[in-house]
């Protein structure tokens, strides 16, 4: 019962020492003073100074007041208790709620060249067609084309990590593209070669000088280029 301030046992120790305070303040003050030395100290000196015949005129609205004000306290601290629950409760549905789409929905994983398979390479007016079969029984959620300083062009394939079964209609897991080398060199560095996945897990699908038949129409017409 230390958390009870000693300000308030004092204001309770005449009701006490009179035998008038209510059976709640009762409890309040012996608990108190079961572990307050200073406040024991206070009620020997009102035993030791006070005659039983000049006991003091009680007031027993200050009973009232002192319980009043301890209740106050309470309902306050159990206020600042709740909203301290509700912003950690924010903050932890916060981080689940980014958990989730850091899991699910955040492309960060590159796919392998392991099961990845690209045929039908061509060219039609300075684009390089491809065909990419990925057979590794998942999705891809995006193709991202990243050109290196050395002229070397990468296609990867990216998808969260917690990956998706691959499903009709696929998306880039079984999908035709390509890549316009005109738009790609308009920053004065040329393409040197296209290659499928990262610079540490790469297969080739283009390089400069390689002999490539005309695209077919039926792909052209894919992209409504014909």
């Given at each position: 019962?230390?958390?009870?301030?000693?300000?308030?046992?004092?204001?309770?120790?005449?009701?006490?020492?009179?035998d008038?305070?209510?059976?709640?303040?009762?409890?309040?003050?012996?608990?108190?003073?079961?572990?307050?030395?200073?406040?024991?100290?206070?009620?020997?000196?009102?035993?030791?100074?006070?005659?039983?015949?000049?006991?003091?005129?009680?007031?027993?609205?200050?009973?009232?007041?002192?319980?009043?004000?301890?209740?106050?306290?309470?309902?306050?601290?159990?206020?600042r208790?709740?909203w301290?629950?509700?912003?950690?409760?924010?903050?932890?549905?916060?981080c689940?709620?980014?958990?989730?789409?850091?899991?699910?929905?955040?492309?960060?994983?590159?796919?392998?060249?392991?099961?990845?398979?690209?045929?039908?390479?061509?060219?039609?007016?300075?684009?390089?067609?491809?065909?990419?079969?990925?057979?590794?029984?998942?999705?891809?959620?995006?193709?991202?084309?990243?050109?290196?300083?050395?002229?070397?062009?990468?296609?990867?394939?990216?998808?969260?990590?917690?990956?998706?079964?691959?499903?009709?209609?696929?998306?880039?897991?079984?999908?035709?593209?390509?890549?316009?080398?005109?738009?790609?060199?308009?920053?004065?560095k040329?393409?040197?070669?296209?290659?499928?996945?990262?610079?540490?897990d790469?297969?080739?699908?283009?390089?400069?000088?390689?002999?490539?038949?005309?695209?077919?129409?039926?792909?052209?017409?894919?992209?409504?280029?014909?």
């Amino acid at each position: 019962m230390r958390d009870v301030p000693c300000r308030v046992i004092e204001d309770l120790l005449p009701l006490y020492h009179d035998d008038v305070c209510s059976e709640e303040s009762r409890t309040l003050v012996e608990g108190h003073l079961s572990q307050c030395e200073a406040c024991r100290n206070e009620l020997q000196r009102m035993r030791a100074g006070l005659p039983v015949e000049e006991k003091v005129t009680v007031d027993r609205n200050s009973d009232d007041r002192v319980m009043k004000k301890i209740a106050s306290s309470w309902k306050k601290g159990r206020t600042r208790s709740f909203w301290k629950g509700m912003l950690l409760a924010a903050i932890l549905l916060g981080c689940l709620a980014l958990s989730y789409e850091g899991l699910f929905n955040w492309e960060i994983v590159d796919v392998g060249t392991q099961d990845a398979n690209i045929t039908q390479v061509s060219l039609h007016e300075g684009k390089i067609f491809y065909h990419l079969q990925v057979d590794d029984g998942y999705a891809i959620q995006s193709l991202i084309n990243n050109k290196k300083e050395d002229g070397n062009l990468y296609v990867t394939a990216k998808r969260p990590v917690i990956k998706r079964k691959s499903e009709a209609p696929y998306i880039f897991e079984n999908t035709y593209e390509f890549i316009d080398l005109s738009w790609q060199n308009e920053d004065g560095k040329e393409v040197k070669a296209i290659y499928f996945g990262t610079p540490d897990d790469r297969k080739l699908i283009w390089k400069d000088g390689m002999d490539l038949p005309q695209t077919e129409k039926s792909v052209l017409e894919r992209f409504g280029m014909e």
